[in-house]
């Protein structure tokens, strides 16, 4: 590999860098090809096996997103009135999706950056998808008012993503002859991140069950979401929070936490744990249709874009329909989708290893845990409130999604925040810092069983929250036997039972609805938004302060 890398964890030493990126989706790779263009040493911790594109499992979020990155394109203002579109257009229709919880400020700035980061993400090889005129092909997705959603490989966006960072990757060139690689240490999860005198310095890891560290005087965390914190989830198996419960262990704030958006149409198999296939947005956008066991339109009366309105209406227009008819799931029509299996390869081949046939023209569907809207506070540059501790990407809060996130606006995010923190990581090069870590002192933590811990989120945290489910899934985690967390299990199911508890304080603390956060004992909104900030403060967690949405 020219320019990088790879190799497990050198524990019988510590390994120094400029900027360590504990992850490797779209994030941690943006992040770590903009460092190492600008001259920095950096390490990568990939808590998967090394990368193959031809894995049939893959450790990020990254692979699995189909839809597509949402992005307004030069010159999107001209021609036709009815299909215009702008930045201000793109950030509206941000907004009217989040809930009243959307930063205006920070996202407008980050959708006006989004075509030069697509435009450096195509430049490393990423092909997206052209008509015969070699124009960039369009989708519309729910909450979007103009078609302005690029794809790759139909519905193999975030796979081609993937690809075309770790190619380019493999192709960082040696800049003067003695520009620094970009070095991975693969099978490696962060236990904790180092600290001195209040300040991140690196972080502790695991790989193979043997300790190391690795020293740098920026951290990022891209670590991705808390999917496995429910029985079923359209994420991979190394979503389990790990980046949430590193933040806050540190000192660092989470917000919004009980905002985790249930993608509406994730395929349902009876009894199925773990990941399973997600049915992207874009066929709705392309012609498809949600019904009932029935025949009849889910969303029909329920909202004016119907299938293809915001993600937290469609969610809970199909968990109503589920409710009212006492079928476990409702439907995919996707009769009127010209060329399915040609436009949507990927949905097909996954319907079609869980036994079932496209051709039928109905895909059963459920909602299935999907993305964490809320996450690490951070500001406009991916800085938390630790210095040198950033994050960038679905483990990061920076105010994009508000209490609903925005279909195909993840990717964007990730590409533009991982560049973003790739600058703050260059300023930051000369920072000294020790020679060697401290490995933190190994203390009993939570641990709940997995199994036990997504039963209880799936029963009482999921789509439908109410005061006694909550209080019931709060006994169920303050129960949690202690233990050191001795091996990569056993440190994903501590950061599984910390977010958990997070996230049940955070929705126990809104009592009322918004966006993908439903009390069924407070429907209503509050006419004030504001996002409740947690950290931990002597040991435990505690809401830090109320913090008011920027207009």
């Given amino acids: 590999m020219s320019g990088s890398t790879r190799a497990s964890a050198e524990v019988d030493q510590t390994v120094r860098a400029d900027l360590v990126v504990v992850g490797a989706g ?14 920095l040493r950096v390490v990568v911790l990939n808590k998967g096996p090394r990368w193959d594109a031809d894995s049939p499992e893959q450790p990020t979020s990254t692979f699995y997103a189909q839809g597509g990155v949402a992005v307004v394109m030069p010159g999107a203002e001209a021609g ?49 998808d052209r008509d015969a005129d070699g124009s960039l092909l369009r989708t519309r997705e729910g909450g979007h008012t103009r078609r302005r959603i690029i794809h790759a490989g139909g519905d193999a966006t975030g796979a081609a993503i993937q690809r075309a960072l770790h190619e380019a990757v493999r192709h960082v ?79 660092a704030e989470v917000a919004d936490l009980e905002f985790i958006q249930f993608h509406p149409t994730m395929l349902y198999t009876d009894g199925a744990r773990g990941r399973r296939t997600l049915i992207s947005e874009a066929v709705r956008g392309e012609g498809g249709r949600l019904v009932d066991v029935d025949g009849r339109s889910v969303t029909r009366g329920v909202h004016p874009m119907g299938d293809l309105a915001p993600r937290d209406v469609v969610a809970d227009a199909v968990q109503t329909a589920i409710e009212l008819t006492g079928h476990p799931c409702v439907y995919l029509d996707i009769g009127d989708v010209r060329d399915f299996e040609a436009r949507f390869p990927t949905v097909t081949a996954g319907v079609r290893a869980a036994g079932l046939d496209p051709a039928s023209g109905r895909i059963p569907v459920v909602p299935g845990a999907h993305y964490l809207c809320g996450g690490v506070v951070t500001d406009e540059s991916s800085r938390t409130a630790v210095d040198g501790l950033l994050a960038a990407g679905e483990v990061a809060r920076t105010g994009l999604h508000g209490a609903n996130r ?16 790739a600058g703050v990581a260059v300023a930051r090069r000369d920072v000294p810092i020790p020679e060697h870590a401290d490995r933190p002192v190994e203390q009993p933590v939570p641990i709940l069983d997995r199994a036990r811990l997504q039963d209880t989120m799936t029963r009482h945290v999921a789509l439908r929250r109410s005061s006694s489910g909550l209080a019931a899934a709060a006994d169920t985690i303050s129960a949690a036997p202690r233990r050191v967390a001795g091996s990569a299990r056993d440190v994903e199911d501590a950061a599984l039972t910390l977010t958990a508890s997070a996230v049940v304080a955070a929705a126990a603390a809104r009592t009322e609805s918004r966006g993908a956060h439903v009390r069924t004992d407070f429907p209503l909104t509050a006419d004030v938004a504001e996002s409740r900030l947690f950290r931990i403060v002597d040991g435990e967690l505690r809401e830090a302060r109320p913090a008011g949405v920027p207009a």
């Fill in 406 to 421: 925005l279909a195909s606006n993840s990717l964007l995010e990730g590409l533009v925040m991982g560049r973003r923190a």
């Fill in 26 to 39: 779209i994030a941690g790779l943006t992040a770590a090809l903009w460092a190492a263009r600008e001259g």
């Fill in 173 to 251: 060139t040696r800049a003067g002859g003695d520009a620094p690689s970009i070095r991975f240490l693969d099978d490696t999860i962060a236990t904790a991140v180092h600290l001195d005198d209040g300040r991140a310095i690196g972080v502790a890891c695991l790989s193979g069950g043997r300790p190391g560290s690795v020293v740098a005087p920026t951290v990022l965390l891209a670590t991705g979401g808390t999917g496995h914190l429910y029985a079923a989830t359209t994420n991979p198996a190394g979503a389990t929070c790990d980046g949430i419960a590193l933040a806050l262990r540190a000192g």
């Fill in 80 to 128: 036709d009135p009815a299909n215009a579109d702008s930045v201000d257009r793109h950030l509206a229709d941000t907004v009217a999706a989040g809930g009243g919880l959307t930063d205006a400020t920070t996202s407008g700035l980050i959708l006006a950056d989004g075509w030069a980061s697509v435009s450096a993400l195509i430049g490393w090889g990423a092909d997206f």
